[in-house]
């Protein structure tokens, strides 16, 4: 069978299964491997929708669509677990969902079927498979307090909207790899990464932010991070940065001259309790729309230098206590060299 052929034919397919047309004379399942394989290469596999109606237009004789969720799971997640610890790894809210998560203990070819560990239960690993009938990934490790490490070992799909407390209350996750990681249509990222307090340093440098609008509590009290490399964050259409750094006593070091805050309008609390920070260049940070500074730099207590020239605080109202806790000569320096 020529694999040229079929590759174009598939192209055809697809456009036809993408606009809703139908399908017109495929061949059985060795198009659908051919498909599944072109889907997962090209990151489209969210278009495929398994069904009684898909399958007869295949002309397939599939009795276990499972096989094939499995072999072709666009998101594969391996985790380390924290030793002799018992308790949730993965949040499955919805149980109707199951059948959509994939569970496997110590490389074991046998899927678990059940979403925690048992009292000294001898686990290493786990790798988690998660089907393309998933769209959101919101609270999928939520107080999932015994997990030390997370590898994003394939995540070849884009459909993902939602990541907001995707992480959160993970308190003994040290590590997290997002070198295979699709966040280009999401649209949430609200506390993500709330109180993950034994995180020292995050990677977030291939994230793509673009349709992000909620950013709120993004970092909240990860009380231990020291570097955050946020260098290519992309906030043109964030709304909401309020608790943004809320408690992350231990960073030093901020590089936020590429934020665009043209459309903030919510920036309380975000840098509460900073207490590390010695300087701030907010100089390219914008107030057009901002209406909410509550105490924003309150108790950066190291905070030597800070530039937000370009603020116009005067037209702000909520602004109550912004600079509390700081030090008088950061206030008098502020006084001094903002013109607005």
């Keep these: 069978m020529n694999t040229s052929i079929i590759s174009n034919k598939i192209k055809n397919e697809l456009i036809q ?24 290469t090209k990151k489209f596999l969210e278009i495929v929708r398994y069904s009684k109606k898909f399958k007869k237009r295949l002309n397939l004789k599939i009795n276990n ?18 030793e002799n ?35 000294n239960e001898k686990i290493k690993n786990i790798k988690i498979k998660i089907d393309y009938q998933v769209k959101s990934l919101k609270k999928l490790f939520y107080h999932c307090k015994f997990i030390e490490s997370i590898n994003f070992k394939i995540f070849a799909r884009n459909n993902i909207s939602d990541m907001s407390d995707m992480f ?29 307090k034994s995180l ?76 590390s920070l010695e300087e701030l260049n907010l100089s390219n940070f914008v107030s057009n729309k901002i209406n909410k500074l509550k105490e924003m730099f ?11 020239s370009n603020f116009n605080i005067n037209d702000i109202k909520n602004k109550s206590s912004m600079f509390e806790g700081c030090s008088d000569e950061l206030k008098m320096k502020i006084k001094v060299g903002n013109k607005n």
Excluded: A, W
Excluded at 300 to 305: F, G, I, Y
């Design 200 to 275: 020292k340093k995050l990677n977030l440098s291939k994230f793509n932010t673009n349709n992000v609008t909620n950013m709120m509590g993004m970092f909240s009290m990860c009380k231990s991070l020291q570097e955050v490399n946020i260098i290519n964050l992309k906030t043109n259409n964030v709304t909401d940065m309020s608790l943004m750094f809320y408690g992350c006593s231990s960073l030093k070091d901020l590089n936020l001259s590429h934020f665009n805050t043209s459309n903030v309008i919510d920036m309380s609390y975000m840098f509460y309790g900073c207490s």
């Design 17 to 40: 299964i993408k606009e809703g047309g139908k399908l017109k004379n495929v061949e059985n399942k060795y198009i659908l491997k051919e498909i599944f394989e072109h889907l997962l």
């Design 85 to 119: 610890k018992s308790g949730n790894f993965i949040n499955i809210i919805n149980k109707e969902d199951e059948t959509y998560y994939h569970i496997y203990f110590n490389n074991s070819k046998e899927e678990i079927k059940r979403s925690y560990l048992k009292d």
């Design 168 to 196: 959160f209350l993970c308190t003994s996750l040290k590590e997290i790899n997002f070198s295979q990681f699709n966040t280009d249509n999401v649209t949430s990222m609200q506390e993500m990464f709330s109180l993950c």
């Design 298 to 308: 309150s108790f950066c207590k190291s905070l030597k230098e800070l530039n937000i």
């Design 65 to 82: 669509y499972k096989e094939y969720s499995e072999k072709y799971s666009s998101i594969i997640i391996d985790i380390i677990p924290k």
